[in-house]
T-cell receptor
């Protein structure tokens, strides 16, 4: 059974640009969540999508957005990139409520 | 406000001994707790979880204990192996959705 797949693995962008990250969940998982990991802030929840609807949202500015498609694949977009957006972005999928979340390998975003 | 806290940034144990990793939380509404193991630049790997209706859950060498009155959970690894060396995160969830609140992590080092 394939795991959670995130693409690309690495990205370098310039301040002010925008970026789109992709996540393919485990087959049959309808919930996809996104997290940001930085050395100073640890793992922080961005948002969760379930059946193409945003179900939960963290405390991030509106520059961070996402969406989910009918096949449960999800994308995350960050507009007007700032240096502080440099981080490891992780995607997780869940089969159902109160089940474990499985994480992808992450996308390492560097903003220069 | 750090709702989930892992107060020990690091822990060192001898191979074959028990490793005990601790986690405290402040939100009494959390009802599902998980432990993850993580290597640098990779996604977290799920280890074990526990629902708030239980006080113990075992899976092989891993046991999680939950003390709701103290708002404390711990992960026991017995026996510890060098391959267990990694950063361990506890996470809490309310209502079963995909929003996980993570602690800051404890780096475990198991010495041969």
């Amino acid at each position: 059974k394939a795991g959670v797949t995130q693409t690309p693995r690495y990205l370098i962008k310039t301040r002010g640009q925008q970026v789109t990250l992709s996540c393919s969940p485990i087959s049959g998982h309808r919930s996809v969540s996104w997290y940001q990991q930085t050395p100073g802030q640890g793992l922080q929840f961005l948002f969760e999508y379930f059946s193409e609807t945003q179900r939960n949202k963290g405390n991030f500015p509106g520059r961070f957005s996402g969406r989910q498609f009918s096949n449960s694949r999800s994308e995350m977009n960050v507009s007007t990139l700032e240096l502080g957006d440099s981080a490891l972005y992780l995607c997780a999928s869940m089969r159902d409520r109160n089940t474990e979340a499985f994480f992808g390998q992450g996308t390492r975003l560097t903003v220069v | 406000d750090q709702q989930v806290k892992q107060n020990s940034p690091s822990l060192s144990v001898q191979e074959g001994r028990i490793s005990i990793l601790n986690c405290d939380y402040t939100n009494s509404m959390f009802d599902y707790f998980l432990w993850y193991k993580k290597y640098p630049a990779e996604g977290p790997t799920f280890l074990i979880s526990i629902s708030s209706i239980k006080d113990k859950n075992e899976d092989g060498r891993f046991t999680v204990f939950l003390n709701k009155s103290a708002k404390h959970l711990s992960l026991h690894i017995v026996p510890s192996q060098p391959g267990d060396s990694a950063v361990y995160f506890c996470a809490a969830n309310r209502g079963g959705g995909g929003k996980l609140i993570f602690g800051q992590g404890t780096e475990l080092s198991v010495k041969p």
